[in-house]
């Protein structure tokens, strides 16, 4: 129970719902035991006048006429506060779910690219969602059932005790014996369940990569081979079902037969008493009652403490992720204005997971206004460096400095805010255009988004559209090309507006004319903004201010296009490559 104490503090929150819950439980429990009770009156009664017919028979009706008014009101009041108590303590733990979601999201967000590299999606959406529905189980139904058994057990083991205490005695044997049976087949239904649910993860997983795939599948002729491994998969994951389905078909007969026995002692022991003329014959039918009352009670103890255990398991995981403190910290409440000077001092940056030093002693200075390209071969570190500006990872030596200020001394939001990052691959959410580019400023404008995506060159794609900028885009973007995701992709960087601009390699899918216009209407949109271009090719980084070539996490040029056109090096070398490939096309 150690770690689901991390729920007390909503215990708490909802302290006043959860209150009125547990004492409607209590008085609903009362009014239901109260009617087994009548029942056994009216057998009395009945019993007393047939034995004593010359007892009236007017006074007989009446009484039974007011046992069953009683019974009948009994149950619609029991009834009524079945349902508010259900309404109170269910409502809590829908709220407790909500509230536990949140915080796991906003934990999420928290968290720094390096967790969602050690961490598997899946196993970060379960957590969200499966193990929250367990501990659900656990805030509500476990909580309300267990009020219910120990309400039911003390009342009506204490009016039984009073009654027949003998007969009592022998009518709850089998109770603790059905408790642990059911405990036992709980937790083996949810051991099988659990491989049941793998089992439809994976070939959801399968049916879903080869629907992703279909045409590699069909292009390679390979659909045989797939049918035959969906076969397998399908054909285990029946099996487990199956298996599931034998232990649940085993739950409701063990019930019935405990069940029976305990009725069975009834009716022997009882029987053999009302001979003696210890007990009433209305006694006997009150027993049966209270037993089938008792039995469901009874089970349920199995079954909340095999919820209890989930529960526990499924928060000892929720708070693994809870407790991990966010590698990326925000240091400074204080909003900070970002003017845009960057400068990297003797920079080193190695990749945890990876242990790839991917920045070696890099120093750079870019003034606010300014526009730096960066080229360099694949893997050489370009895209760190934006990481870097970002935040997205902190370095380990050196000193990275916004406006002469270390950035990790800035507000991280003001820092983000004041950031339009469009990266190596563009990533689009399946919504309409227009939500895609708004993603940048939430509050743009048809005017604003229209006139970003003028400038990356992508309105008249999109116009075409019948849709237009309300067409809606499927998985990352999947109805639009390469290039067209990409100019999106800007357009949504432009829309921001920001202070700090930020280019990784996101016009490689564009065509070179395209690329010139792209790159003409950003000179005007990026004017007194700091600009970094990361780049394969030569025209997209011609026109900057500064270009620094990088190799294997270091800078081997730095200079204007003009200064290394005319040194020896990588950047001379791409030229010529790139000029030539133009003139033979
Ligand atoms: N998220 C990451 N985790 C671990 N290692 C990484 C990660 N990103 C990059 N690396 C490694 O760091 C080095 C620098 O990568 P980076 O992406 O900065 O290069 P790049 O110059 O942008 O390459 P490209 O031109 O192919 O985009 C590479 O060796 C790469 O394998």
Redesign the pocket.
């Known amino acids: 129970m150690k770690e689901l104490q991390h729920l007390n503090k909503y215990f708490l929150k909802y302290k006043k719902q959860l209150i009125i819950g547990i004492l409607i439980t209590i008085i609903s429990m009362l009014f239901k035991i109260y009617v087994p009770k009548l029942i056994g009156s009216i057998i009395d009664i009945v019993n007393n006048q047939l034995q004593n017919p010359e007892n009236s028979i007017s006074d007989f009706k009446q009484e039974l006429l007011n046992n069953i008014l009683l019974i009948i009101g009994t149950a619609i009041i029991a009834g009524i506060l079945t349902f508010f108590m259900r309404q109170y303590i269910i409502n809590v733990s829908r709220y407790i779910e909500f509230d536990l979601k949140n915080e796991i999201y906003q934990q999420y967000q928290k968290l720094s690219?390096n967790f969602y590299?050690k961490n598997r999606t899946g196993d970060l959406m379960n957590r969200i969602s499966e193990d929250v529905t367990q501990v659900r189980m656990y805030a509500g139904p476990a909580i309300m059932y267990s009020i219910n058994t120990i309400t039911l057990f003390i009342v009506a083991l204490a009016f039984m005790f009073k009654q027949a205490p003998t007969l009592t005695l022998y009518t709850i044997i089998p109770l603790p014996i059905l408790s642990v049976l059911i405990y036992l087949i709980s937790k083996e239904i949810h051991k099988r369940s659990t491989i049941v649910q793998e089992y439809l993860s994976k070939l959801s997983t399968f049916t879903q990569e080869a629907f992703s795939g279909i045409s590699v599948i069909k292009a390679y002729g390979i659909e045989p081979q797939t049918q035959a491994d969906f076969t397998t998969l399908a054909y285990t994951s029946k099996e487990k079902q199956l298996s599931l389905v034998r232990i649940q078909a085993f739950f409701f007969p063990m019930m019935i037969l405990l069940i029976g026995i305990s009725n069975i002692l009834v009716i022997y022991i009882g029987g053999m008493q009302y001979i003696n003329g210890e007990i009433s014959l209305g006694n006997i039918m009150e027993f049966i009652i209270y037993v089938n009352m008792l039995t469901w009670p009874v089970a349920t103890v199995g079954w909340v403490t095999s919820i209890i255990q989930r529960a526990e398991a499924s928060q000892k995981r929720i708070n693994e992720f809870l407790k991990i403190e966010p590698e990326i910290k925000n240091n400074t409440i204080e909003p900070s204005i970002i003017k845009g000077n960057i400068e990297f001092k003797n920079v080193y940056f190695t990749?945890?997971?990876?242990n790839?030093k991917?920045?070696k002693g890099l120093s750079f200075k870019l003034n606010s206004g300014e526009t730096l390209a960066?080229v360099?071969?694949?893997?050489?570190?370009?895209?760190?460096?934006?990481?870097l500006i970002g935040r997205l990872y902190d370095i380990n030596k050196g000193q990275l400095l916004i406006d002469n200020k270390e950035i990790d001394q800035l507000n991280l939001t003001s820092l983000r805010d004041a950031i339009g990052y469009v990266p190596?691959d563009a990533f689009l959410f399946s919504d309409t255009i227009n939500n895609n580019i708004k993603f940048g400023k939430e509050n743009a404008t048809d005017e604003e988004v229209i006139a970003a995506a003028k400038n990356a060159q992508v309105h008249k794609n999109i116009s075409k559209f019948t849709n237009g900028y309300q067409t809606v885009l499927g998985e990352r973007g999947i109805t639009l090309s390469g290039g067209q995701k990409q100019r999106v992709s800007i357009a949504r960087a432009i829309v921001k507006n920001p202070q700090i601009l930020l280019f990784?390699?996101c016009l490689s899918a564009v065509d070179t004319e395209t690329e010139e216009k792209i790159l003409n209407n950003l000179k005007k949109v990026s004017a007194g903004k700091t600009t970094i271009i990361?780049s394969?090719r030569i025209s997209s980084a011609k026109n900057a201010d500064h270009i620094i070539v990088?190799d294997d996490?270091k800078i081997v040029q730095k200079g204007t296009h003009n200064q290394l056109i005319n040194i020896d090096g990588y950047y001379k070398e791409l030229y010529i490559k790139q000029m030539s490939e133009n003139y033979t096309n």
């Open positions: 690219l590299k990749y945890d997971d990876t790839i991917a920045l960066i360099g071969k694949t893997g050489s570190g370009k895209s760190t460096i934006l990481d190596q990784d390699d990361v394969h990088l996490g």
